[in-house]
């Protein structure tokens, strides 16, 4: 299942099954990743600023063998680059990295900044700054002339975030990559994103540490009866809500496997869909109680945008 695409509110396609690289650094592993992933299929890389591991991932992507063009490269900058005279270097820097002219998608990784100096995920409360969530997507929107990038999308947005920053904007976010799997299937912010025109990207949708999707016992039951694994049901379930995916490995028979879906019937849909724990793997108001907008909107509401 590797010819699935999905087509962005410009035109663009975007393969609906990638590659995900966070946490994938040791050094030498991810190269032969990448190689193999993409000898096996695989078109779209998904990568970041801050993942720390452009610079091995470019180096693959150069000894792949397929040509620029049927390769669909993510990446996204990091949050110390929102203030809008520093957008266009973030880029410049992460196609230096990637050894690229140009990338398919350029995220925002996230909806709020940090001061310029702090290069850490490790920041504290008086790092935080008020950056104009437009201010910064204004200056993303300007790099599509440039031909650096073919689109532009945002990371971990929320639907109240959406719903003010849609009206203002020249270019709506062709993609928002957010976390989504079996036990937080963002029903309402997907069914927004999909009337708004913006594709959804979903990031950790095999669950992951302490979000045990994988021996959830009906995901289990599921992949018995169609003689496959759970994750290619998760996969498959999210695949089947028109959702892309980003799974994440270094094993080169379950890179194969996640390639390949399992036909989920209505029922099986119907049923997964009643699992949803609203459970995260990734909040950043576990560390930062002012971040508590980011995802609970219901609690407080986004201060800048």
Not at 110 to 136: G, H, L, Q
Not at 148 to 155: A, E, N, P, Q
Request: net charge negative; glycine share 6%.
């Amino acid at each position: 299942m590797t010819d699935k695409n999905i087509e962005l509110n410009n035109g663009e396609l975007m393969p609906a099954i990638g590659l995900g690289t966070w946490r994938a650094d040791e050094s030498g592993v991810l190269a032969q990743t990448i190689k193999t992933a993409v000898g096996l299929g695989y078109r779209h890389i998904d990568c970041a600023k801050i993942y720390g591991n452009q610079e091995e991932i470019g180096k693959a992507l150069k000894e792949v063998g397929v040509p620029r063009k049927d390769l669909y490269i993510v990446s996204k900058f990091y949050q110390n680059k929102h203030r809008p005279e520093l957008v266009a270097g973030a880029l410049d820097e992460i196609l230096d990295e990637l050894q690229l002219e140009y990338l398919d998608l350029l995220l925002m990784h996230w909806p709020y900044a940090i001061k310029p100096e702090v290069d850490a995920m490790d920041f504290d409360s008086t790092d935080i700054e008020n950056v104009p969530i437009m201010d910064t997507w204004r200056a993303m929107e300007d790099l599509v002339s440039t031909g650096k990038v073919r689109s532009i999308g945002v990371s971990n947005f929320n639907q109240a975030i959406l719903e003010k920053m849609i009206p203002q904007c020249r270019i709506v976010p062709a993609v928002n990559q957010v976390e989504i799997h079996p036990y937080n299937q963002e029903k309402e912010l997907v069914k927004f994103c999909k009337k708004s025109g913006i594709a959804v990207t979903g990031y950790c949708p095999l669950g992951g540490t302490k979000i045990n999707v994988m021996n959830d016992d009906f995901i289990k039951h599921v992949a018995e009866a169609h003689i496959g694994t759970p994750a290619q049901v998760a996969l498959s379930w999210g695949l089947a809500r028109g959702i892309s995916v980003i799974p994440k490995s270094t094993n080169e028979t379950r890179l194969k496997q996640n390639l390949h879906q399992v036909s989920l019937t209505s029922d099986e849909m119907r049923m997964i869909g009643k699992i949803d724990k609203h459970e995260r793997k990734v909040d950043p108001a576990r560390d930062h109680k002012e971040l508590e907008w980011v995802f609970h909107e219901d609690k407080m509401e986004c201060p800048v945008i």
